[in-house]
């Protein structure tokens, strides 16, 4: 249990995905300009985090890795199918946030109009993949620990980007040189909260 | 059809600098910090990233009449993804210290938004060539900006440039010390601030509107 926690403690703020891997940027400087669309992409983020990155994870121990396949037949115990595991990760993405997008859209109209637009945008949000590439790089040990990883991840991201915003929004109201106005301030304030964020380093729960 | 028409110079010419993929359209901004601590990760990346562009700008491009446009995302990201396991295989069985170095962002090419942003705004609507053309040359685009910030951050901050020390050891004892910031990953973001900034005060018509 305490694993998992500070799996999650770890993810949400040493490992933050903006700040300490720049993972998913593109969408978090093109969103951030408003809080309120920003929580609405977190939220989204979060959501199809804690879907795809346990399912990657039980295709990766079921499926992909070598000997995986054991369960099937024994003369499978060969077979290492882990050169095929960005196809499957991104082909999972892909159709889960279909998914989800047709699963919202059916059963909360109200929730599918908030997050409509963002829904489509996330499978290709480098956030989502670089969750399950992540997974499989850190050898997680069982189910709970991945999921405290995808929450903590997606977490992270929503948190980046919405403070993100509520810096901009301020951000209006100043007298900036124009050749550096909208795009390379924002570059640089999130250089800046990036190096706020590493006073947390070397928390350990 | 000429191979190099002005028309397709200027599709080469143009993410040079008025169209940079990373500065003016801000797209791949991920992989573009993250890589840029030494120089030859990102020379690495630079190149990758020219040949995923490159060939799935023209694979796409070939096949655009017969792609379903409801379901165009998943088809690119196949095509896309395919091309990223081949250069990824390639790098492992090559140079494998850098590609271990680069580690999961070689996977996060297939989400860089460049090459989706390519493929959506030129493969899907122009001829192949061209948008092989395109593709190299947003890959260039790419690769030149990920090369300047690497090179200013390996230099000030171990004081080498390609692994070979250029700062000599008579200014370490002078006092020189180099600069830790520079190796720190937000300092890339300041960096690429920096580099708009002046690419932005040379370039008036780049200039954000309020």
């Known amino acids: ?106 059963f909360s109209p109200a929730l599918y109009n908030s997050l409509g637009i963002f829904l489509p945008l996330i499978a290709v949000n480098c956030a989502i993949l670089a969750g399950s590439l992540f997974m499989e790089q850190r050898e997680y040990k ?49 250089g800046l909260m990036g190096i706020a964020f590493m006073s947390f380093l070397g928390i350990k729960v | 059809m000429s191979i190099f028409s002005s028309k397709n110079f200027k599709l080469l010419a143009n993410p040079l600098n008025l169209e940079n993929p990373v500065t003016v359209q801000i797209l791949g901004i991920c992989s573009a910090l993250a890589v840029t601590t030494k120089l030859k990760p990102a020379i690495v990346m630079g190149l990758s990233v020219i040949v995923v562009t490159a060939f799935s700008n023209l694979v796409i491009s070939a096949m655009r009449n017969s792609i379903p446009p409801r379901i165009r995302i998943i088809v690119q990201l196949v095509v896309v993804a395919s091309m990223v396991i081949l250069v990824d295989q390639l790098l492992r069985a090559f140079v494998y210290d850098v590609s271990k170095q680069l580690s999961v962002y070689v996977g996060l090419i297939i989400t860089n938004c460049i090459i989706m942003g390519r493929l959506e705004a030129f493969a ?6 061209p948008s092989f053309i395109d593709g190299v040359g947003n890959g260039i685009g790419y690769a030149i900006i990920l090369m300047v910030v690497a090179f200013i951050r390996e230099l000030f901050g171990s ?7 250029v700062v000599p050891q008579s200014f370490y004892d002078a006092g020189y010390i180099n600069n830790g910031m520079m190796i720190m990953p937000t300092m890339a973001l300041v960096l690429v601030g920096v580099i708009i900034w002046i690419q932005r005060s040379f370039n008036k018509e780049l200039i954000e509107k309020d």
């Not at chain 1, 929004?169 to 040189?177: A, Q, V």
């Open chain 1, 1 to 106: 249990m305490q694993e998992i926690i500070n799996i999650f403690i770890r993810s949400v703020f040493i490992d933050n995905m903006i700040f300490a891997f720049f993972i998913g940027m593109c969408s978090y400087l093109a969103v951030s300009k408003t809080v309120k669309t920003s929580i609405g992409l977190g939220v989204a983020v979060i959501f199809v985090q804690i879907i795809t990155v346990p399912i990657n994870y039980l295709l990766l121990e079921h499926v992909m890795k070598p000997g995986a396949l054991v369960w099937i037949s024994d003369s499978f115990k060969d077979v290492d199918l882990s050169f095929l595991s960005f196809m499957v990760y991104i082909a999972t993405i892909a159709a889960m946030t279909q998914l989800v997008e047709m699963i919202i859209e059916k």
């Open chain 1, 142 to 190: 069982n189910i709970g620990e991945v999921l405290s990883w995808g929450l903590g991840s997606g977490f992270g991201w929503m948190l980046a980007i919405v403070s993100l915003a509520a810096v901009r929004e301020k951000l209006r109201y100043n007298k900036i040189p124009a050749p550096l106005r909208g795009i390379g301030i924002t570059f640089i304030i999130t």
């Open chain 2, 124 to 129: 899907m609507g122009n001829k192949p060539w």
């Open chain 2, 159 to 165: 004081g080498a440039i390609l692994g070979f020390q």
